[in-house]
């Protein structure tokens, strides 16, 4: 018997992403994926980078020195991670070209061992007035702790691609 295609999966890109027409202003997704942080991602991101930063790298000179007591995740690595776990949900395969990211903030630190987890927000959404066959979408990322509490959120701008016609 054949089935047939819902209106979510003609919104859908094969690899998961949704085309331009599938996103809704107001619409929020709670992600999926999580991820426990570690020290091994702090370490290798903030060393990838070239980032010397103490507060990341040196556990005795937090606990000495600063307020925390332990290090604190890369914030590079956090709006990486983010960004990372909505893609599958989002973006992945219609994604033509990030535009820029706002606003970005990190009100509540994020140390080695917490767990994140996501949300996009769909802020909005215009046509392309330069590229036809795509639009731009403005999205708010927002990440959480285990615990709730808001760690790293941005508004982002991505380029992305319409649904084929048939």
């Not at 987890?117 to 046509?127: A, I, M, N, Y």
Request: proline share 4%; glycine share 8%.
């Amino acid at each position: 018997m054949a089935q047939h295609a819902t209106a979510q999966d003609i919104n859908r890109h094969k690899r998961g992403g949704l085309y331009f027409e599938g996103f809704n202003a107001g619409e929020v997704f709670e992600h999926r994926y999580t991820r426990t942080v570690t020290q091994m991602d702090n370490m290798l991101f903030s060393n990838m980078t070239l980032n010397p930063q103490p507060l990341h790298i040196d556990r005795h000179f937090c606990e000495q020195e600063t307020e925390w007591g332990q290090p604190l995740m890369n914030s590079l690595f956090t709006l990486g991670l983010m960004i990372g776990i909505s893609v599958s949900d989002v973006s992945n395969g219609t994604t033509i070209a990030n535009l820029g990211m706002v606003d970005t903030k990190f009100p509540h630190p994020l140390f080695e061992g917490d767990t994140v987890h996501c949300t996009t927000e769909v802020l909005g959404k215009r046509e392309s007035k330069s590229k036809p066959g795509a639009g731009i979408v403005e999205l708010l990322h927002r990440a959480y702790n285990q615990d709730n509490k808001l760690v790293a959120e941005c508004r982002r701008q991505a380029f992305i691609k319409m649904r084929p016609s048939a």
